[in-house]
């Protein structure tokens, strides 16, 4: 038996989501076994000290140095990847998006008609970029949200000639932006199938199947993106030009410490910590990421004439102590951490852990999720 069972034993497949952020780089590395996903190993290397600044700060980086560092990162002895098998996200910022209504075509004709009418949305030559596109159903809405898809249009309700068109949700990426991430992963030795927007791989990991439009706000160090999701598709997005590391750079200028310091401190305190004068200056940042959110969401409710139902929060910045709680206050959603590591299976030692650092890894998770899925066909 054991010689028959281990003859025909298929190999176990391995898949590695890595996530180079502009501060951090954070892989995971999953494996199939009895059709289940399971968590092999995880970790997160800081990038600032690859430029001489400090952890927590974003930084630019040649693909040279962040080759060596995603390396240095899989060669740890407490991470130790052992496949080559990944996928990598693109930064948000990166590529460029638009939902076009194009007349409900054969797949064919739409291949032909989609690159040309691509050419109004993209400001630079449709040969410079690759062009990617899904074709997303009006129809596709369940019985549950009829009602509230026709109460948005009003009185006027879908007319049969609406119904024989499509929306067409168009990405692009800059060929130079791949040729980036491609010189990254050939040089850390790996074999990457496929390069997927930051965002997708964080619905995959974070969202469950409801219809309800629903907002992503993923805090980085530089910067935090929002985006509105609905049935799957980006309604909006938007970019604020505060994250995590103006949080420390403020508690660093008020309380004249190091940003070494000032780091830690932010991590061990939190927002709602007891010392009143450091929730202060983490609020005055917080405020107006939160002003600039309730805009983005105010404007969709009222464009579309729907209303946005849950914030889940991702990013490193997300791990800040007392956020959700704060959120809940400034929002009038409901508020959710991101539990990205629920979506595979994880020790139970490990629970807590994985529940606190869940919102950093939100796009790896994504990534190797899709990549286990490929390796499994
Ligand atoms: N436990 C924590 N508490 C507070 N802040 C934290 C914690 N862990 C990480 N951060 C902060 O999160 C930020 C990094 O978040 P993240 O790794 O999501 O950014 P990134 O992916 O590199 O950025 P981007 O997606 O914008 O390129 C850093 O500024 C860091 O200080
Ligand atoms: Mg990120």
Known sequence: MAFFSKFFAQPEPRALGIDIGSSAIKIVQLKKKNGQAILETYGELALGPYAGLSVGQAVALSPDKLASALSDLMREKEVNVTTKACGLSIPFSSSLMAVIDMPEVSAKELAVMVPIEARKYIPVPISEVMLDWSVVPKSDVRVESVAEEIGASGSFG????????????????????????????????????????????????????????????????????????????????????????????????????????????????????????????????????????????????????????????????????????????????????????????????????????????????????????EEGE
Do not use: W
């Open 158 to 373: 879908e007319t049969p000639a609406a119904l024989a068109r499509a929306d067409v949700l168009i990405v692009a990426i800059h060929k130079e932006t791949i040729a980036h991430f491609q010189e990254i992963v050939t040089q850390a030795g790996l074999d990457a199938s496929f390069f997927e927007i930051e965002i997708f791989a964080t619905c995959r990991s974070v969202m469950d199947e409801g219809l309800r439009p629903v907002m992503i706000m993923d805090m980085g160090a530089a910067s935090t993106k929002l985006y509105i999701i609905e049935r799957g598709i980006i309604r909006a997005s938007h970019t604020i030009n505060r994250g995590s590391q103006d949080i420390t750079g403020n508690i660093s200028k008020t309380l004249n410490i190091s940003q070494e310091q000032a780091e830690v401190m932010k991590r061990q305190t939190g927002a709602t910590g007891a010392d009143k004068s450091v929730n202060d200056v983490i609020a005055l940042v917080l405020d107006y990421i939160f002003a600039e959110a309730n805009t983005v969401l105010l404007a969709y409710e009222q464009k579309y004439n729907k209303t946005v139902s849950k914030t889940i929060l991702v990013g490193g910045g997300a791990a800040l102590k007392g956020l959700s709680e704060l959120a809940k206050n400034n929002f009038k959603t409901e508020v959710e951490l991101a539990a990205p590591f629920s979506k595979v299976s994880t020790p139970a030692f490990l629970e807590k852990i994985l529940y606190e650092t869940g919102p950093e890894f939100a796009v790896a998770i994504g990534l190797a999720l899709r990549k286990l899925a």
